[in-house]
């Protein structure tokens, strides 16, 4: 194996001092109560990044995002859909420390946290983006329209692309249809992955605009 480019160090070591600062961080309220900072795991140079909401109780107590009844739903579907396996990708949350009794992130949380999330996006720099549910594919999308709307397609957004799908509490929650919509997207993010690292037979499925949103932004009840 040869010895890792100059580029390749200064990167890891500024994704170390990235999150030396997220553990430390005190910026909002959360901090308070949490038992241990979630900044991420996996596989830094990964082509893929999944982006949840926020730790939850096991989470929390591990310091590891996505490992309760949500992370082994999400283990298993990426298993089954994309060959992969958590270590090869990376995952992260919108916010990094756990919302007292699991309560929804507030939009003063989000926003203290979104430089976190940003510098972990351009560090990794991954070719494909899944946001798992509202909250982060709101932020990152730029918009009030809800998952269910948003879902169903890929987006070029920022040099790559994001392809948004349900949280895997909601699937918990919604059982089989709920779960085949996470799975069809889920093969469409591999697609893209596949592709995009020079598979030439693999099919590209369409990458839309986001200008494309203003259209669903039209249909009612589009923020669910
Ligand atoms: N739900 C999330 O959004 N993130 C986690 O890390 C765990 C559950």
């Not at 989000?110 to 798992?132: G, N, S």
Request: some cysteine; aromatic content about 4%.
């Amino acid at each position: 194996m040869s010895p890792p480019d100059s580029q390749t160090q200064g990167a890891d070591s500024a994704f170390e001092e990235l999150r030396a600062a997220a553990e430390s961080c005190t910026s909002c309220g959360l901090c308070e109560q949490r038992t241990q900072v979630v900044f991420g795991s996996g596989d830094p140079h990964a082509d893929l990044m999944f982006i949840g909401e926020g730790p939850g109780a096991e989470e929390d107590r591990t310091g590891l995002p996505f490992v309760g009844r949500s992370g082994k739903l999400l283990d298993r579907l990426m298993g089954e859909e994309m060959g992969l396996t958590r270590d090869s990708v990376y995952i992260a949350n919108v916010v990094k420390c756990r919302p007292p009794a699991n309560r929804d992130p507030r939009p003063e949380e989000i926003a203290a946290c979104r430089p976190h999330l940003e510098r972990q996006l351009e560090l990794i720099d991954p070719k494909v983006v899944v946001t798992l549910g509202n909250f982060s594919s709101k932020l990152l999308m730029d918009t009030r329209i809800g998952i269910t709307k948003l879902r169903g397609r890929a987006y070029a957004w920022s040099g790559r692309a994001l392809v948004p799908t349900l949280h895997p509490a909601a699937v918990l929650r919604g059982g089989g249809d709920a779960m085949a919509m996470v799975r069809a997207d889920l093969v469409r993010a591999q697609m893209i992955v596949n592709r995009s690292t020079g598979d030439p037979s693999e099919t590209e499925p369409a990458v839309v605009d986001l200008t494309e949103l203003s259209e669903l932004a039209d249909v009612a009840g589009a923020n669910r």
